[in-house]
C-alpha cells in the first residue's frame, strides 16, 4: 500500500477522529497480538520503533509468580507503545524459562516493526531506542535490525554497543553462551527497571509501586546473567574506568538485590576527558571582566559576541545543536498521533497537524529548541509550545503563575524571529482535583521506585505537560496537542551551569571545584531527572527527544574551559553569567528578552511545589 501525505494549512482543521483499532490486552497463551491492519504494510519498508520492555527470567516453578508480575506491569508497559504488542515464552536452558515483551510506538517510517524481536541463531532483542548519528545510523533500515544484525554478527556484544549513537536501553538474550544482557546507554536517557527475588529476575521499562523491591538499574555499564548456572549472578561491563561514583552505586544495587556483582572490562578504553582548571589566567577572562555591565545585559552580549574566540565557540554549539535538533525533528513517520490510529488501521489520511512539540516554559533551553526545529520543521506545519500551571488558590487568576508569563512573552518572540510558522502556544491548566485524581490513580505508578517530593512536583508537572491537553493562547479554544514527539532542555543546566548552587560553588570553592560539579551533575543525571522523565512522557504514547543531551554536543561542552561555558561570578548577576553560552546563541538567534530570563525550576515556575516543603523527603502522598 502506498501512503500519501499532504500537508496544508491548519488554522481552521479538525483533527481525525476515527476510532482506533481496540488495543489488544496481554494474552498469556498466545506468543503475537497485532492490531488489525498491520498486515496490509507488510511489503512496505521497515522503520524504527520506541516502545515499553518487559522481561522476566525465572525458574519453572516461578512461572505464575513471573506472570503476576506480568501482569502488574502490564498496563503502563502497554501505554508507552500503543501502536503493536508481542511477547514470547522461551525455555533458555534447564534452569531457566525467559518471558519477554514489547509494546512498539511507531516512531519512524512507512511500517510498524514488530518486537520482540529473534534471528535466525535464535538470539532475541528487546530494543527501545534511537540510533541518531554514528557509523550505525542508517536512514532506510530500521534501527532494530540494525542493531540485531550487528549483535548476531559477533560473540562479541560491547563491540557493538561501543558503536551505538543515541539514547537506548536494551535486552538482549545472546543464545550461543547463553547470556542474558541488559542496559541503559552511557548517559541514561532511557529508563529500564530491575526486581531480583527467588530467583526471579524482572526486567521493565516502567512498572507499579504494587511490584515491590524494584530498583532503576544504574546507566553505569551493561549488565549480564550467566543462564549456564541455577542462581542469580550478575556482572557489570562499566562504560568508563570504574571510580569513586561507580563504587558507591555498586555497592548500593548489591545491598538492594542481594546479589554480588563481577566487575569486568570497560567498554570504552578511556575517560571522557574532563580537565581541571584550577583558575583561570587573567587574560583568559580579561573579556568578561571588561565587559560594559549595566542595566541592558543585551548590550553585555553583543559586546562579548564582538569576541572573536567567543564568537566561533558560539557558531560551533549552534552547529551541533542544529544537527541534534534535526535529526530528532525529522526521524519520524508523517503522521500526528490521531493520523496515526487511521494509518494503522489499514486507510490513508492526509496529516497536516502538528507532530513536534516542545515543553515550552518560556525559558531560555525550550525557546531555543523551539526557534531551531523550526528550521527543519515543514513550512506549512504548526509546532505546538506546551506550557503548564498549576491552581493556586491565593492567586488571581488562578493560573498566572511564573512559566506563564514568560511563556507568553517569549511566544511573542518567537512569533517576530520566526513569522511564517504556525506556533500553537497550549495552555495545560490542572486544577487541584485533577492533579490529585491522576497522581494517586497513574502518576505514583510511573515514578515508581521513586518516591521523594522533587520527583513527585518533577513527574506531576511533566505528566500533565506531555498530556498537552489545554487551551490555545491567545484564542482560548480547547485543544488538545496530537504529536508524538517532545523537545525537552533537560541537561542544559548541567551543561552550561544553569543552577543557582553553580554560582555557590564558584563563590566559595572556586572553578576546580565547578567544574567537578558539573561532571558529576552529568553523570548523575540519568538517576536524577532522566529515566523518570521517560517513564512519564511515554505514558501518553509520546516520546521525549533531548537535543542537548546528544552525543557529540556533551563530548564538545566537557571539553571546553568552565569559564567558557558559564561565569556565575558577581560581575555577571543570575539571568547573564549562568549558561552565559546558551545566552549568547539566544541572543544571536533574535532573542532579547528571553535571553536574559533568570533561572527558574520548573516544579516552581508551574507552581507545582511548595516551597516550605524538604525537595528530598518522601512524600506521603505517593
Not at 483533527?15 to 498486515?39: F, K, M, W, Y
Not at 493562547?473 to 543546566?493: T, V
Request: aromatic share 8%; charged share 25%.
Amino acid at each position: 500500500m502506498a501512503l500519501r501525505v499532504a500537508h496544508k494549512n491548519m488554522a481552521d482543521d479538525k483533527i481525525p477522529t476515527s476510532a482506533s483499532p481496540p488495543r489488544q490486552q496481554a494474552d498469556l497463551n498466545l506468543r503475537e497480538v497485532t492490531p488489525a491492519g498491520i498486515s496490509k504494510l507488510a511489503s512496505v519498508s521497515l522503520n524504527s520503533t520506541m516502545c515499553g520492555i518487559f522481561c522476566s527470567i525465572h525458574q519453572p516453578e516461578q512461572d505464575s509468580e513471573s506472570t503476576r508480575q506480568w501482569n502488574i506491569c502490564k498496563d503502563t508497559i502497554a501505554a508507552r507503545g500503543p501502536d503493536y504488542f508481542m511477547e514470547k515464552r522461551l525455555t533458555l536452558s534447564r534452569h531457566w524459562h525467559g518471558h519477554f515483551a514489547a509494546a512498539v510506538l511507531w516512531m519512524q517510517g512507512p511500517r510498524v516493526t514488530t518486537q520482540p524481536s529473534v534471528d535466525d541463531n535464535e538470539n532475541l532483542l528487546l530494543w527501545n531506542g534511537d540510533l541518531f548519528s554514528g557509523c550505525l545510523a542508517k536512514d532506510d533500515v530500521c534501527d532494530t535490525s540494525v542493531i540485531a544484525a550487528e549483535l548476531q554478527s559477533t560473540m562479541d556484544v560491547m563491540s557493538v554497543l561501543r558503536k551505538i549513537r543515541g539514547p537506548y536501553s536494551l535486552v538482549y538474550y545472546q543464545k550461543s553462551s547463553n547470556t542474558l544482557y541488559f542496559g541503559r546507554d552511557v548517559i541514561g536517557r532511557h529508563s529500564l527497571l530491575l526486581k531480583v527475588d527467588n530467583n526471579l529476575l524482572t526486567l521493565a521499562s516502567v512498572a507499579n509501586k504494587k511490584l515491590k523491591g524494584v530498583v532503576e538499574v544504574p546507566a553505569i555499564g551493561i549488565f549480564a546473567m550467566n543462564l549456564n548456572t541455577p542462581q542469580i549472578n550478575l556482572a557489570c561491563y562499566p562504560w568508563r574506568e570504574p571510580d569513586l561514583m561507580f563504587t558507591d552505586i555498586i555497592e548500593v544495587l548489591e545491598t538492594n538485590l542481594m546479589v554480588d556483582i563481577d566487575i569486568k572490562e570497560t567498554i570504552f578504553d578511556a575517560r571522557t576527558p574532563t580537565n581541571l582548571h584550577l583558575h583561570p589566567q587573567p587574560r583568559d577572562v580579561e573579556y568578561l571582566e571588561n565587559a560594559p555591565l549595566g542595566k541592558d545585559y543585551n548590550e553585555v552580549l553583543r559586546y562579548l559576541l564582538e569576541n572573536e574566540e567567543v564568537d566561533e565557540r558560539v557558531d560551533r554549539l549552534t552547529e551541533l545543536l542544529h544537527h541534534s535538533v534535526k535529526v530528532r525533528v525529522r526521524k519520524k513517520p508523517n503522521y500526528c498521533k490521531s493520523c496515526t490510529r487511521v494509518v494503522l488501521s489499514g486507510s490513508s489520511v492526509a496529516c497536516a497537524h502538528a507532530k513536534i512539540g516542545v515543553l515550552f516554559s518560556g525559558g531560555l533551553d525550550s525557546a531555543i529548541l523551539a526557534a531551531i526545529a523550526d528550521k527543519y520543521v515543514p513550512e506549512d506545519e504548526s509546532v505546538d509550545l506546551i506550557n503548564v500551571a498549576f491552581e493556586k488558590g491565593n492567586v488571581t487568576p488562578k493560573y498566572d503563575v511564573p512559566d506563564r508569563k514568560t511563556g507568553r512573552q517569549t511566544y511573542s518572540e518567537l512569533l517576530r524571529i520566526c513569522p511564517s510558522r504556525k506556533w500553537n502556544l497550549v495552555e495545560c491548566n490542572v486544577s487541584q482535583a485533577e492533579l490529585q485524581l491522576y497522581r494517586a490513580s497513574r502518576i505514583c505508578d510511573l515514578l515508581h521506585p521513586l518516591r521523594t517530593i522533587m520527583d513527585e512536583s518533577l513527574g506531576c508537572a511533566m505528566w500533565f505537560a506531555s498530556r498537552a491537553k489545554g487551551v490555545l493562547y491567545p484564542m482560548n479554544q480547547a485543544y488538545e496537542s496530537p504529536c508524538r514527539i517532545l523537545l525537552l532542555g533537560i541537561g542544559a543546566d548541567e551543561l552550561f551551569g544553569g543552577y543557582m548552587r553553580h554560582r555557590t560553588i564558584l563563590r566559595h570553592r572556586g572553578w576546580d571545584a565547578l567544574v567537578q560539579e558539573l561532571s558529576v551533575e552529568l553523570a548523575r543525571i540519568s538517576e536524577r531527572n532522566l529515566g523518570r522523565d521517560d517513564r512519564i512522557v511515554s505514558d501518553h504514547g509520546k516520546q521525549s527527544r533531548l537535543p542537548y543531551l546528544d552525543e557529540n554536543l556533551v563530548k564538545y561542552a566537557q571539553r571546553m574551559k568552565p569559564w567558557e561555558r558559564c561565569y556565575p561570578t558577581e560581575k555577571m548577576p543570575s539571568g547573564l553569567g549562568d549558561k552565559l553560552l546558551l545566552r549568547l546563541l539566544a541572543y544571536k538567534i533574535g532573542f532579547q528578552s528571553t535571553a536574559n530570563f533568570p533561572k527558574r525550576a520548573f516544579q516552581f515556575g508551574s507552581r507545582i511545589a511548595n516551597g516550605k516543603e524538604n525537595a528530598s523527603d518522601v512524600s506521603n502522598r505517593l
